[in-house]
């Protein structure tokens, strides 16, 4: 049977990896890494031997982003004579991260990928990726891990491990059409959730040809709930990867609000909200505020014809936002594989490189250091809007993530659907989703 | 016994390995279709039937015995159920309507005239794209407000309608596409059943005076019959092993209710990396499969005994 | 049918036809919509543009060139070796009588009840345990023999007079010329009926091409246009994944109405009813 082989195979990798990771953690570097080291260097065996590394990169619709990251990836190939990158286009995030999953069982998994933050768990299980931590130790990069934005290594981190780095990463933030507030008398983006429903009945015409709010429910529903469970003081997901509060009652108390917005202050269109098409709703005029990506920001910016403003989502007990988007993993491979992609992944979160990538994407770069280049001070000089993301970092807080991660995410997602559908009350709903998360989540010890 | 294709020409030298060959012809002839298809069909189904006995999924990289375990939880399921009234709405919505829509369509096809290679190819070319270009083309045609839909109903001065995202609409709208890119094929073989007509026993009816509308009632739907048994069959096996729309429209949503048993079987196994629970999936699906195709083998014999 | 009711049959169908081809004609007008106008979506015609811009950024943001290149590999790969195994296996059922053949019979009917779709999670594991993952062999693999295409052979064989069979032995012919010069003339209609259904079918395949390709090395049109419409951050860009609609869908809309006849006829011909 292929699948025993396969797992035997993960298996034996994995110990291996274990015994050598055994060997070098305790500060004493293993001789086999040691080969590995001056192999990866290139220093001395055969002048100049080369790594190749194979880097899967989630893109979805936009042409321009893999022309981009073929471009990061030839300026790291010409500085770095030792690696050879190669970028592969897989799609979007769970297309690209059930690849990596597939690659992996097949024992062909790629050395660097992009996946969400959030399939940590999922890879961690599965014995595919390595921490950090021992390879930044050996490399004398420990200072490069503390570079990062906090609430951005809540998604990296694990058992007190970092298993990932943070590298296209965004959170949720309020769009508003400036325009049609200065119209409606609106003078400022509303703080509150009271203001948010105030102002939005405002700019929402009765015949539908105006909504003052979108909030896309489609795909990543829970993503675009969870605000609302931070802003009422209790974030779905905790420390623990092995357990969720859904039923909480403050949880609960936010989806109804979440629910109330379209069927009782009739604020928002009913039914399901598509992802995709709220920036379209909103550049055209036909919603005035909409919650999306802070990596939509470039897009909307080109679209709109109007006055953009971007504001912090409006609070109830506190500001929040779930982090978003996607980190660097490093696959379990052989040590100057791994090395290499250390390498690799430190080039691309430089404070240059960094700073570059937000400003060509839309992305908030992950370390503080981005924002003190001058070309991200000359771009934020130009366009204030791109600092809002980064303030309301100091508010955010982890995006669900736990063992069994999409499933668990599928299960809060369809129980807002259902509550947003009216086919369940928001109680019931989280009820019921909470009992079907630690039904699965039981065989978790943490 | 073997249609011995007999060589007057074979050196008398070889005669036991001459029919010897003639013995085995057949197999070898059939055993490169007869493999891939031990292979890739017949150990497939024992594959699901003995993975759906194992859980194999993230908490157990091992697999791990399980007996029945998993059909049990799928049983008392709710999500299990909705996906298998899901799958019964969407035949129940897509088959007879393209039944009725393909017997149309073939009517309209079959009158003589210029028109009729220009409606042929209106109605049939939905058939040659893609599903995945289909349900793309018609999830912009659903789109909210700027939608061609919308626009329509706004033209007319209706509201708009959140087609895709609302569970009362989303599996109307989805069948609605399976319908729109199937309904030309069916029609074809309505096409060939009406050409098949006997003339003479029209002429007759002509004799007694029959008018269109009773010809077409007492006569071409009766005669139809045999098509309509066979279309009716293909049909349902396309309801249940066409998913690719899901995967553009709706990911199965809002709250799973346009998620039919294929697409379940896929994102469990592909998405969620549950490979016991699949694997039980698949082996239901090849139940009902099996269990469909007995039925129409039952009804054909019944309809020809007649 | 008498002229008037003739005459209204003909206005029925022309507006239906009319109502059926709406999607694809709208499709080719956003296809030339210009992207950057919030305006062009929402009426019919604001924002058109006389420029191939929003095909030439689908073209670019998928590798299209390999996924054509991959489609046709795998359609003409999957109908050449399907034809070679459904010829013989069809004259094996049609002309021979021997042990076992209700049993292999069996097997064959049991793909035409259970396809190959249905069987996705068990096969995609075969395909990883040969090691074959992103391979255009394993798209093929599942589809190589046809029980359909056996079927049809074996009934167009079975329709060809043993006489002529036998006058070919007579004048000493062995049996794969008898195959070559007596049955396939004869089934040539059946094969190029087939080859249409199989190339369409193939063409259009999805779900099981999905699973086992990974990379622009091996995967085909459908999966490359699939991967266009996951929109990401940036929001749904309408115009351009019209065009890449139309890069996908335009060679076989132009094959289709070429061979529209054909295609209808060989139906017709193959005696499937």
């Not at chain 1, 200072?143 to 981190?157: E, R």
């Not at chain 2, 998620?259 to 239901?284: C, E």
Request: overall charge neutral.
């Amino acid at each position: 049977m292929g699948i025993k082989r396969a797992t035997w195979r993960a298996v034996a990798l994995s110990a291996a990896t274990v015994v050598a990771l055994a060997g070098c953690g305790g500060g004493a570097t293993a001789p086999a890494n040691q080969a590995g080291n001056t192999a990866g260097g290139g220093g001395t065996q055969g002048g100049g031997t080369v790594t190749n590394l194979t880097f899967d990169f989630p893109v979805a619709v936009s042409g321009p982003i893999a022309q981009k990251v073929q471009a990061l990836v030839q300026a790291f190939n010409d500085s770095h004579p030792n690696i050879k990158v190669t970028a592969n286009f897989t799609g979007d995030y769970t297309s690209t991260m059930t690849k990596v999953q597939t690659a992996f069982k097949a024992g062909s998994p790629p050395d660097v990928a992009v996946l969400l933050s959030t399939d940590l768990f999922t890879l961690k299980d599965m014995g595919a990726i390595v921490p950090v931590d021992d390879l930044a130790s050996q490399a004398g990069a420990t200072d490069w891990l503390q570079s990062f934005y906090p609430a951005f290594m809540k998604n990296s981190q694990a058992d007190g491990k970092t298993w990932s780095i943070p590298f296209q990463r965004s959170t949720l933030v309020l769009y508003y059409n400036k325009d049609l507030f200065q119209k409606a008398g609106i003078s400022q983006p509303p703080q509150t959730w009271d203001e948010l429903v105030a102002d939005a009945q405002k700019l929402t015409k009765p015949d539908g040809s105006q909504w003052g709010l979108e909030i896309p429910t489609s795909g990543l529903t829970y993503w675009e709930f969870q605000p609302f469970a931070i802003e009422n003081g209790k974030n779905v997901v905790g420390d623990a990867a092995n357990k969720v509060y859904f039923d909480d009652p403050k949880v609960v108390e936010a989806l109804q609000f979440f629910v109330d917005l379209p069927n009782k202050y009739k604020v928002e269109p009913k039914g399901l909200i598509n992802w995709a098409t709220a920036p379209t709703d909103f550049t055209t005029g036909k919603a005035a505020m909409i919650y999306h990506s802070s990596g939509s920001l470039a897009n909307i910016l080109q679209q709109a014809k109007f006055n953009v403003g971007v504001a912090f989502l409006p609070k109830k007990e506190q500001f929040g936002t779930p982090t978003g988007g996607g980190n660097l993993y490093i696959f379990k491979t052989t040590p100057e594989k791994e090395k290499a992609a250390l390498t690799f992944a430190q080039w691309l979160t430089s404070p240059d490189n960094a700073a570059k990538w937000s400003m060509e994407t839309g992305y908030i770069a992950v370390t503080p250091k981005a924002y003190d280049t001058q070309a991200m001070k000359d771009y934020l000089a130009k366009t204030p809007q791109g600092a809002v993301a980064r303030d309301q970092l100091q508010y955010a807080d982890k995006e669900l993530a736990t063992h069994e991660g999409q499933q668990v995410q599928q299960i809060l997602s369809t129980a807002c659907q259902e509550a947003l559908t009216g086919k369940k009350t928001p109680e019931q709903a989280l009820k019921d989703a909470q009992q079907k998360a630690d039904q699965l989540l039981s065989k978790y010890s943490s | 016994m073997a249609s011995a294709v007999a060589d007057p020409a074979v050196p008398a030298s070889t005669p036991s390995g001459r029919r010897r060959w003639i013995r085995l012809q057949p197999y070898l002839m059939l055993l490169p279709s007869a493999a891939f298809l031990a292979v890739f069909t017949l150990w497939p189904m024992l594959k699901a039937a003995a993975g759906s006995l194992f859980y194999n999924d993230s908490a157990h990289p091992q697999p791990e015995f399980a007996g029945f375990a998993i059909y049990q939880s799928l049983w008392v399921d709710p999500e299990f159920r909705q996906v298998l009234a899901n799958t019964g709405w969407f035949i129940l919505g897509t088959v007879p309507l393209s039944l009725v829509l393909g017997r149309l369509f073939a009517l309209l096809v079959n009158q003589p005239g210029v028109l009729s290679p220009v409606l042929r190819a209106a109605f049939f070319h939905p058939v040659v794209l893609p599903m995945v270009s289909a349900a793309s083309i018609w999830l912009f045609l659903y789109t909210p407000q700027y939608g061609l839909i919308d626009q329509a109903l706004a033209g007319f001065g209706l509201g708009q309608v959140n087609w895709l995202g609302q569970p009362g609409t989303a599996m109307w709208a989805v069948i609605l596409t399976m319908i729109w890119k199937q309904v030309g094929f069916y029609m074809i073989f309505y096409l060939a059943g009406l050409q098949n007509l006997p003339a003479d026993v029209y002429e007759a009816a002509d004799l007694d005076g029959a008018g269109a509308v009773r010809k077409f009632f007492s006569l071409t739907l009766p005669l139809l019959m045999p098509t309509t048994l066979f279309v009716t069959t293909i049909a349902i096996v396309n309801a249940f092993q066409t998913v690719d729309h899901l995967y553009i429209m709706t990911q199965g949503g809002p709250n799973n209710s346009t998620a039919t048993l294929l697409y379940y079987v896929y994102q469990q196994a592909f998405t969620f990396n549950d490979f016991g629970k699949a694997s039980a999936l698949s082996a239901i699906l090849i139940v009902l499969l099996i269990l469909c195709a007995l039925l129409q083998n039952w009804v054909d014999r019944r309809v020809h005994y007649q | 049918m008498r002229g008037a009711g003739r005459v209204a049959l003909q206005f029925v169908g022309l507006v239906v036809a009319v109502f059926w081809c709406i999607p694809l004609f709208w499709t080719l007008l956003t296809a030339f919509k210009s992207p950057d106008d919030p305006d062009a979506l929402t009426s019919l015609f604001a924002g058109l543009q006389p420029s191939l811009q929003n095909f030439a950024m689908a073209w670019q943001s998928a590798s299209f060139a390999s996924y054509y290149l991959n489609t046709i590999v795998i359609v003409v790969g999957i109908l050449v070796v399907q034809c070679v195994f459904i010829t013989l296996a069809g004259f094996a059922f049609a002309r021979f009588e021997f042990r076992g053949k209700n049993i292999l019979f069996t097997l064959f009917l049991l793909q035409l009840m259970v396809p190959a779709s249905a069987l996705i999670g068990p096969n995609y594991t075969t395909v990883r345990s040969l090691g074959l993952l992103d391979t255009k062999v394993a798209v093929m693999l599942p589809y190589v023999a046809s029980a359909m295409g056996t079927f049809w052979m074996r009934q167009t064989f079975r329709q060809v007079p043993r006489e002529l069979e036998e006058a070919a032995v007579m004048d000493g012919a062995r049996w794969w010329q008898v195959l070559w010069h007596v049955y396939l003339p004869a089934a040539r209609p059946a094969l190029s009926a087939f080859a249409l259904v199989s190339l369409s079918i193939h063409w259009n395949d999805f779900l099981w091409p999905l699973v086992v390709t990974n990379t622009p090395k091996s995967q085909p049109l459908t999966v490359g246009l699939s991967l266009l419409t996951q929109m990401g951050e940036t929001g749904a860009q309408w115009s351009m994944i019209a065009a890449g609609t139309w890069i996908v869908i335009l060679p076989l809309l132009v094959l289709f109405l070429i061979f529209q006849r054909q295609f209808v006829n060989s139906f017709l011909q193959s005696g499937l009813k």
